[in-house]
């Protein structure tokens, strides 16, 4: 009976090693380059004075359309002509004061920047081939 507790135990000791192990190695990976983050003023700025690519997403989580574009956008994010894009997530429902500096009146507004210059616009848009061409105006 000893031996079975301290197999369990060891067991026990080792998911947890490995649960900790996989947990770090996420923690520390790089995010992909156009993987969205929360806007911040600040890497909003440093951003446009870099001269990158920018895309300003507004969304929210009850948002159908929101939930459409997101898929389209991570997959056009993820070729090696937009490595560069730097995606800004603005949250419709909590970022009232970001939303009215940009002129946003609805969530799913896609808003394209070639470093400071506002490049392209769109609202509730879904058609691959359209976001596709948005982001191409970021280059």
Known sequence: MRDARQD?????TRRRLLALLAFAALGSAPAAAAEPVPFSQGAFEAA???????LVEVSA????????????LAKLAAEPRF????????????????LRRLN???QSTL??????????R???????EWIEGLLEKTL
Not at 86 to 98: N, T, V
Not at 122 to 128: A, D, I, K, N, Y
């Open 8 to 12: 369990i135990a060891g067991m026990t």
């Open 104 to 106: 946003v009146r609805m």
């Open 61 to 72: 989580p009850w948002c159908p359309i929101c939930k459409t574009q997101k898929p389209i």
């Open 83 to 98: 490595k560069e894009l730097q995606i800004f997530d603005i949250d419709f429902d909590s970022q009232k004061d970001l």
């Open 111 to 120: 808003i394209a920047y070639k470093g400071e210059t506002e490049t392209g």
């Open 122 to 128: 769109s609202v509730g848009e879904t058609q691959p």
């Open 48 to 54: 446009q004075k870099a001269g990158k690519p920018i």
